[in-house]
């Protein structure tokens, strides 16, 4: 099984900017998924990706996928001060695993 | 359920003693995954399960560390001889299939004193 790895390792923006979160990984996948933690929360599943698709939107968020590359971006656009938390990737390769996560903080 | 119920929310245990996690996952989800989050960092896949069958546990450190999913029951993690280094908070995730979204409980705080 493989790890996402994400970075940056944190991020820090003014309300209404967008924020880019990218993810590597390292073997072939069937998808590529994108969680988001709120303070030490459970992961709540944002999007996910399948490796036929290139990218994918939901509400704010935007999601690329490279397979090329074996690399993902997760964008979310006009920032709120209520998107500070960390932002997970993990790929599938008969299981999920996690990365470090990237934590983004928007001040207000 | 609709959601992955953890019990309990926090747990205190004294270095050397046993300590016990339930896990409660969603109805009709087949697998059930287990993580360990120390600090707020990175989630360290300990062991999944499908059904009552363990599937993969890679992760479950070989001493002190068990899981079950029996029928009928919450499952269970359980931890032997408790270190400080256990301490973390332990997620439960439950899914329809292996590869697709997870659902996480609310976590269960560890705490070795």
């Known amino acids: 099984s493989q790890q996402g790895e994400e970075d940056p390792q944190a991020l820090s923006i003014q309300e209404g900017e967008n924020a880019t979160m990218n993810c590597s990984y390292k073997t072939s996948i069937n998808n590529l998924q994108w969680y988001r933690q709120n303070s030490g929360r459970g992961l709540v599943h944002l999007i996910l990706i399948r490796s036929n698709e290139r990218e994918k939107h939901s509400g704010r968020l935007r999601v690329t996928l490279d397979t090329s590359k074996k690399s993902s971006s997760l964008l979310i656009t006009a920032s709120r001060a209520a998107d500070t938390a960390s932002y997970f990737c993990a790929t599938d390769n008969n299981d999920m695993r996690f990365g470090a996560g990237t934590r983004l903080t928007v001040k207000p | 359920g609709e959601e992955v119920a953890q019990t309990p929310k926090h747990l205190v245990r004294g270095e050397g003693q046993k300590a016990k996690l339930y896990c409660a996952p969603i109805?009709?989800?087949?697998?059930v995954f287990w993580y360990q989050q120390v600090l707020k960092n990175e989630f360290k896949f300990l062991i999944s399960?499908?059904?009552?069958?363990?599937?993969?546990e890679t992760g479950m450190p070989k001493e002190r560390f068990s899981a079950k999913c029996l029928p009928n029951s919450p499952c269970s993690l359980e931890i032997q001889a408790t270190k400080l280094e256990d301490s973390a908070v332990y997620f439960c995730?439950?899914?329809?299939?292996?590869?697709?979204?997870?659902?996480f409980g609310p976590g269960t705080r560890l705490t070795v004193t």
């Open positions: 109805k009709g989800h087949s697998y």
């Open positions: 399960f499908q059904n009552e069958n363990v599937f993969d």
């Open positions: 995730a439950s899914s329809p299939w292996t590869g697709g979204e997870q659902y």
